[in-house]
Nanobody, 125 residues
Framework: QVQLVESGGGLVQPGGSLRLSCAAS????????MAWFRQAPGKEREFVAA????????YYSESVKGRFAISRDYIKDTAYLQMNSLKPEDTAVYYC??????????????????WGKGTLVTVSS
């Protein structure tokens, strides 16, 4: 059974940085795509970024392009989301998700097969 466990959330000032981690287990992920979503209070969950495990091809939402970077450690089975130049509007619970397949694009919530429980990121002075 696939398990995804996020870590690295916390409180950060505007303009600061955080790195989120998603530890994956339960199978080999060579044919999977990993993604990060976020959900702000009172809003729907939205796509942030995705990475194909095998090729490392990536895709970003327009709202984070140039500020966030998704990556993965092939040996540790861990995906990362490096978040720079954080803004108050980035405040949300961030979720790691996975789906089988090699395509990388802007995924919908229903596209993903597996989810972590989330980690809270608060951007505030």
């Amino acid at each position: 059974q696939v398990q995804l466990v996020e870590s690295g959330g916390g409180l950060v000032q505007p303009g600061g940085s955080l790195r989120l981690s998603c530890a994956a287990s339960g199978r080999t992920f060579n044919s999977y795509t990993m993604a990060w979503f976020r959900q702000a209070p009172g809003k729907e969950r939205e796509f942030v970024a995705a990475i194909a495990w095998r090729s490392s091809n990536t895709y970003y939402s327009e709202s984070v392009k140039g500020r966030f970077a998704i990556s993965r450690d092939y040996i540790k089975d861990t995906a990362y989301l490096q978040m720079n130049s954080l803004k108050p509007e980035d405040t949300a619970v961030y979720y790691c998700a996975a789906r089988s397949g090699y395509y990388v694009g802007k995924y919908a919530v229903d596209d993903m097969n597996h989810w972590g429980k989330g980690t809270l990121v608060t951007v505030s002075s």
